[in-house]
């Protein structure tokens, strides 16, 4: 672990698990050959490692796996290395959208940085382009964007359930 430090501005956090035997899963050789930093939205604390391989193995003082819920990434089309938010306590959102599952009121120095989303274990994101959940947002919750047409780089505040 190269560096971890508290993400001011974030209370509770919402993020998606992609869990293969327990661990962490990457989907590209890209991802693993760089610098991986992820949002736990338990304590909101961001941790960064060396590697995608380093972070995959990340693990709470009792062993639970971390799960991710949310891939920011900073182009679009799904490209560069993705932000990663998630959970040690929760491995899938419920369905409901009435009540977030976790939020994420300002994403700090990942503000107006993300270009396209993915999430994973039954979660959707509601994203503002303002802090606190204010402004311009999504008309509903989704899944993933390729290219968040009226969104790319404007995401600053976000919901996930």
Same mark, same amino acid.
């Given at each position: 672990?190269?560096?971890?430090? +508290?993400?001011?501005?974030?209370?509770?956090?919402?993020? %998606? #698990?992609?869990?293969?035997?327990?661990?962490?899963?990457? !989907?590209?050789?890209? $991802? %693993?050959?760089?610098?991986?930093?992820?949002? =736990? #939205?338990?304590?909101?604390? $961001? &941790?960064?490692?060396?590697?995608?391989?380093?972070?995959?193995?990340?693990?709470? &003082?009792?062993?639970?796996?971390?799960?991710?819920?949310?891939?920011?990434?900073?182009?679009?089309?799904? @490209?560069? $290395?993705?932000? /990663?938010?998630? !959970?040690?306590?929760? @491995?899938?959102? !419920?369905?409901? *959208?009435?009540?977030?599952?976790?939020?994420?009121?300002?994403?700090?120095?990942?503000?107006? +940085?993300?270009? !396209?989303? *993915? *999430?994973?274990? =039954?979660? @959707?994101?509601?994203?503002?382009?303002?802090?606190?959940?204010?402004?311009?947002?999504? %008309?509903?919750?989704?899944?993933? @964007?390729? $290219? /968040? &047409?009226?969104? =790319?780089?404007?995401?600053?505040?976000?919901? #996930?359930?």
């Amino acid at each position: 672990m190269r560096k971890a430090f +508290w993400k001011a501005g974030v209370a509770t956090a919402a993020v %998606a #698990v992609i869990s293969a035997g327990g661990a962490v899963a990457f !989907s590209t050789a890209a $991802e %693993a050959a760089g610098e991986q930093c992820v949002l =736990n #939205v338990d304590d909101g604390k $961001e &941790t960064c490692f060396t590697s995608t391989t380093e972070a995959a193995g990340l693990r709470s &003082t009792g062993g639970v796996p971390f799960h991710i819920h949310v891939r920011l990434y900073p182009r679009t089309g799904y @490209d560069g $290395e993705p932000y /990663l938010i998630g !959970s040690f306590s929760k @491995d899938n959102c !419920s369905e409901d *959208t009435d009540r977030p599952d976790y939020t994420i009121p300002d994403l700090g120095h990942r503000s107006d +940085w993300a270009g !396209s989303f *993915t *999430t994973h274990n =039954n979660c @959707d994101i509601k994203a503002y382009d303002g802090p606190r959940f204010s402004g311009a947002h999504f %008309a509903g919750y989704r899944d993933h @964007d390729i $290219e /968040l &047409t009226g969104f =790319n780089n404007k995401i600053s505040s976000l919901k #996930v359930s």
